[in-house]
């Protein structure tokens, strides 16, 4: 059993598209995040939910839209996709924000723009 | 600007000596600071942690030491073994601040030969 699912693990899409990347975690954690790892192999954090709630948003474009439908799950939405969007998008979660240090990864999913 | 560093994009080792990465930090906040190890197309996987309150933490044949003074912290594994090969990312994060938002460093990347 995975903990932090996130599907597709790989997606080659054109420009200008929308899609979606799916998260889900069965470790009955409250945080959820979003980071990415972009080509210099940085790896920043996007988006902190906690108990669907939106705590942290770094400077993320406004295309980038993160979906909470529950604490279980935390969808990343992307609009008018662009070549900068080419990233590794991981999604992780935590158990609480006190103790929201210590956090567990998904496998990544691998975008490419084309 | 880089708030957290690791000098040595690779290091390489031979199986049974000791690895040891560095890690170096410049926001005197940062109190709590973590250890992931990364395989390839896999997510980032928590190895160790450190609060800036110890000096040392040690769990099986992984330490972590802090220097404070110095804002440096390295990982030692002893003894190295070849299923140790991964990508090693130092983070850190102000504990109770901005939950979740774990500031990493590049990784080095660990070879150990047989």
């Known amino acids: 059993d995975t903990a932090v699912s996130q599907t597709p693990k790989y997606l080659v899409t054109q420009m200008g598209n929308d899609k979606s990347i799916k998260c889900e975690q069965n470790?009955?954690?409250?945080?959820m995040y979003w980071y990415k790892q972009d080509s210099k192999k940085f790896l920043k954090i996007m988006f902190s939910y906690n108990n669907k709630e939106l705590i942290i948003n770094e400077t993320v474009p406004n295309r980038f839209s993160p979906k909470s439908p529950d604490k279980a799950h935390l969808n990343l939405h992307i609009n008018s996709l662009e070549l900068g969007d080419s990233a590794v998008y991981f999604c992780?979660?935590?158990?609480?924000?006190?103790?929201?240090?210590?956090?567990?990864f998904g496998e990544g999913s691998w975008l490419t723009v084309v | 600007d880089q708030q957290v560093k690791q000098n040595s994009p690779s290091l390489s080792v031979q199986e049974g000596r000791i690895s040891i990465l560095n890690c170096d930090y410049t926001n005197s906040m940062f109190d709590y600071f973590l250890w992931y190890k990364k395989y390839p197309a896999e997510g980032p996987t928590f190895l160790i942690s450190i609060s800036s309150i110890k000096d040392k933490n040690e769990d099986g044949r992984f330490t972590v030491f802090l220097n404070k003074s110095a804002k440096h912290l390295s990982l030692h594994i002893v003894p190295s073994q070849p299923g140790d090969s991964a990508v090693y990312f130092c983070a850190a994060s102000i504990y109770g601040g901005s939950q979740g938002n774990l500031i990493f460093g590049k990784g080095t990347k660990l070879s150990v030969k047989p």
């Open positions: 992780a979660s935590s158990a609480d924000r006190a103790s929201g240090n210590t956090i567990y």
């Open positions: 470790l009955g954690h409250d945080t």
